[in-house]
């Protein structure tokens, strides 16, 4: 957890929503979603071990909001408890936000997953062919873009296209700078 301002910071930018992905000696992988601030001044952070992107970018798109218009402060966050109830709920202000939980065992779909959708508007049908063969033969594979958050979407939506299937090995969406050496 020491780790997370430099995955939350990985270089100057203006505002984001992006995720990073930190994983434990047992491979399990918990997800950062993060949004930055205009200015990169300040970043709202969710870490979950569910990878709920849709729910937590917009949790996060309101509290951003709110903490913007001052409706909450630094001490109006708290642990968020999750339940197995199919939505969640998020008041502030007199104004509630319903959150619907998404259903991980369902094949991803356009214009629902986010990630798949940047996807496929960000990469040529040749480099996605690619991408996929080289997921299939479990190469290493490094994706550069300009672009924070079409990166992550962009890494995440190439994940996906593996379903049922997934990425076993070494998954970095967010390569700070003082992890450059897995590159090598």
Same mark, same amino acid.
């Given at each position: ?22 994983t ?16 990169? #001044?300040?970043?709202?952070?969710? +870490? ?9 970018? @917009? /949790?996060?798109?309101?509290? !951003? ?30 104004k ?12 991803p ?20 062919? #690619?991408?996929?063969?080289?997921? +299939? ?9 300009? @672009? /924070?958050?079409?990166?992550? !979407? ?20 967010v ?10």
């Amino acid at each position: 957890l020491l780790t997370v301002p430099k995955f939350c910071f990985p270089f100057s930018m203006d505002r984001y929503n992006f995720t990073f992905v930190l994983t434990d000696i047992e491979s399990k992988q918990r997800f950062g979603f993060c949004r930055l601030s205009s200015g990169a #001044h300040t970043c709202y952070c969710i +870490l979950s071990y569910l990878p709920w992107f849709e729910v937590f970018y @917009k /949790l996060l798109n309101i509290l !951003a909001d709110c903490s913007v218009k001052g409706q909450v402060s630094r001490n109006s966050f708290h642990p968020l408890h999750l339940t197995s109830a199919p939505f969640l709920i998020l008041q502030t202000s007199r104004k509630h936000s319903f959150f619907t939980v998404p259903d991980i065992t369902e094949l991803p779909s356009i214009p629902e997953n986010r990630n798949l959708t940047e996807y496929f508007v960000a990469v040529d049908v040749n480099n996605m062919l #690619h991408l996929y063969a080289s997921m +299939l033969y479990e190469r290493r594979i490094l994706i550069c873009c300009s @672009k /924070l958050s079409t990166l992550t !979407a962009c890494v995440h939506g190439s994940a996906a296209l593996l379903y049922p299937m997934h990425w076993q090995h070494v998954y970095i969406p967010v390569l700070p700078q003082h992890l450059l050496d897995y590159c090598w």
